[in-house]
Each structure stands twice: as structure tokens, then as C-alpha cells.
């Protein structure tokens, strides 16, 4: 049976334990926040190890993310793997700037040519902290949330939809010049390297992309509509020999334009 001096004892030794980690707790609270190089330090060191939930938590991004399912956040992964990919593992930050709640971090990478570029990042103060980004991108993000990495991969979608086209129609005049004025399908020009072959795929596209010829072979139409509508893509595209058209028919595939 306890005594009531060993209560006591136990309840004293509680007391001090709880004042000793509310010290702590304090101390951790009071310790200083990240300076703008070092918040940019990090950024990019979470990002190319892909730890990307913590790394746009030093962004303005962060109410785009944390709203984000696991489901959404998987379909979002690929996207932030090219984010990822893009960053050089070699970021030299060769000083610093603040003025009020507005700092600038300048940073040396090298290019693909091996030389250094220098770039300046912009960071704000929210809540007390540093975080990559600035106060106009911050308030389009914090307005779309959840979905803003979605409008901003439908965007660039839309973008690289408009540019294959170009070049499937540079690719067919070419053919054509070569093949007595005929054209060809979609693998045929791939198997000649004049298109690459993930338009054949959906992955880095998100766009499935066809071409029919006549039977003769001297005209062609193009036609890409998204894999998942709003998702990868809200636009159906059209193209023939008068040029491109798009439009938003659900997903669908956009009627060819009547003669």
C-alpha cells in the first residue's frame, strides 16, 4: 500500500517533469524561425527528395496541398516529380535581401550547358515565418485551393496539346515531301522519329492523341481529347488542313467542322 509521503513524493516529481517539458515547450516556441536562405536551403533539399507535402509547407502552395486527399495527392505526384526533377542538385545562394515582410534570396544553378545562371527567389512573411513565393501568386492559390495544381496541369496540358499539333503538322509535311505528297499515321511518324513516342501513351501527356488518313493517303485530320476530363484536361482538339480548333465538349471528341 502507498504511503501518503510516497503520493506526495510522486506527485511532486509529476509536477516538476510537467514544468520541466513546459520549459521546453516554450523554449522550442521562442526558438527563431528560418531565415529566407535557409527556407529556400530546405525547400529545394525536400523537394528533390521528394518529401513534397513538407517542402510546400515552406510555400505559398501549402493551401493548395494540405486539402489534397491521398488519392488526389497521388494523381498530383507525377506532376511534382517533374517539379523535382527540374531542380539542379547544386543550388549555390549567394546572399539575401529583406525588406519589411518581402525578401529576395539569390541563387546560382547551372544550366544544362553547365554554366551558372543566376536567380532570384522572392519570399514573403506569413504567420511569423519565411515562405517561398509572393503575395499576389499567394492569394490565386489560397482562392483556388485543392484545385489549383489541377487548373495549373490542365493549363500547361492545354499548352503542349497546342505545340504537338504544330509539330504533327510539320511532321506530315515533311513525310509528305518524302512520300510523293502522301501522309502517314500516328505510329508511322513516331517510327520515323519526327514525333516522339509518348504522344502514343497518355502518361506524360494526359492526352490521347489520334491521326487518320484517307484511304489514298493525300489528306489527314488530328484530332486529342483528355484522358480525364478536368482532370488532365478540359479542351477536345481538331486539326486538319485549315488549322486547329478546340473547344470544351466534355471530353469528347470535337466534331470535325462542317463543309
Given at each position: 500500500?502507498?504511503?501518503?509521503q510516497?503520493?506526495?513524493?510522486?506527485?511532486s516529481?509529476?509536477?516538476?517533469?510537467?514544468?520541466?517539458?513546459?520549459?521546453?515547450?516554450?523554449?522550442?516556441?521562442q526558438?527563431?524561425?528560418?531565415?529566407?536562405?535557409?527556407?529556400?536551403?530546405?525547400?529545394?533539399?525536400?523537394?528533390?527528395?521528394?518529401?513534397?507535402?513538407?517542402?510546400?509547407?515552406?510555400?505559398?502552395?501549402?493551401?493548395?496541398?494540405?486539402?489534397?486527399?491521398?488519392?488526389?495527392?497521388?494523381?498530383?505526384?507525377?506532376?511534382?516529380?517533374?517539379?523535382?526533377?527540374?531542380?539542379?542538385?547544386?543550388?549555390n545562394i549567394?546572399g539575401?535581401?529583406?525588406?519589411?515582410?518581402?525578401a529576395?534570396?539569390?541563387?546560382?544553378?547551372?544550366?544544362?550547358?553547365?554554366?551558372?545562371?543566376?536567380?532570384?527567389?522572392?519570399?514573403?512573411?506569413?504567420?511569423?515565418?519565411?515562405?517561398?513565393?509572393?503575395?499576389?501568386?499567394?492569394?490565386?492559390?489560397?482562392?483556388?485551393g485543392?484545385?489549383?495544381?489541377?487548373?495549373a496541369?490542365?493549363?500547361t496540358?492545354?499548352?503542349?496539346?497546342?505545340?504537338?499539333?504544330?509539330r504533327i503538322?510539320?511532321?506530315?509535311?515533311?513525310?509528305?515531301?518524302?512520300?510523293?505528297g502522301?501522309?502517314?499515321?500516328?505510329?508511322?511518324?513516331?517510327?520515323?522519329g519526327?514525333?516522339?513516342?509518348?504522344?502514343?501513351?497518355?502518361?506524360?501527356?494526359?492526352?490521347?492523341?489520334?491521326?487518320?488518313t484517307?484511304?489514298?493517303?493525300?489528306?489527314?485530320?488530328?484530332?486529342?481529347?483528355?484522358?480525364?476530363?478536368?482532370?488532365?484536361?478540359?479542351?477536345?482538339?481538331?486539326?486538319?488542313a485549315?488549322?486547329?480548333?478546340?473547344?470544351?465538349?466534355?471530353g469528347?471528341?470535337?466534331?470535325?467542322?462542317?463543309?
Open positions: 500500500m502507498v504511503s501518503a510516497q503520493t506526495s513524493r510522486i506527485l516529481a509529476a509536477v516538476v517533469a510537467l514544468l520541466a517539458w513546459g520549459s521546453f515547450t516554450f523554449a522550442q516556441s526558438s527563431p524561425q528560418l531565415s529566407p536562405s535557409d527556407t529556400v536551403r530546405t525547400f529545394y533539399k525536400l523537394m528533390r527528395e521528394k518529401k513534397f507535402r513538407e517542402a510546400f509547407a515552406l510555400s505559398i502552395y501549402r493551401p493548395a496541398i494540405d486539402p489534397l486527399t491521398p488519392t488526389e495527392f497521388d494523381d498530383l505526384r507525377i506532376d511534382f516529380e517533374k517539379m523535382a526533377g527540374a531542380i539542379p542538385e547544386q543550388v549567394t539575401e535581401q529583406i525588406s519589411g515582410e518581402i529576395t534570396v539569390f541563387v546560382k544553378v547551372k544550366d544544362d550547358a553547365n554554366k551558372e545562371q543566376a536567380e532570384p527567389i522572392t519570399l514573403i512573411l506569413t504567420n511569423g515565418s519565411w515562405v517561398v513565393g509572393d503575395r499576389e501568386n499567394q492569394q490565386i492559390v489560397s482562392k483556388a485543392k484545385n489549383f495544381f489541377f487548373n496541369r490542365i493549363d496540358h492545354h499548352d503542349e496539346v497546342q505545340a504537338m499539333l504544330t503538322s510539320l511532321a506530315q509535311l515533311l513525310y509528305g515531301q518524302q512520300h510523293g502522301k501522309f502517314a499515321d500516328l505510329p508511322t511518324l513516331v517510327l520515323g519526327l514525333i516522339p513516342k509518348d504522344v502514343e501513351g497518355t502518361d506524360s501527356t494526359g492526352y490521347r492523341f489520334r491521326i487518320t484517307s484511304a489514298d493517303g493525300m489528306t489527314w485530320k488530328a484530332a486529342a481529347e483528355p484522358v480525364q476530363y478536368g482532370r488532365t484536361g478540359k479542351l477536345s482538339f481538331y486539326m486538319d485549315a488549322g486547329v480548333r478546340s473547344g470544351d465538349v466534355g469528347k471528341p470535337l466534331p470535325a467542322p462542317k463543309n
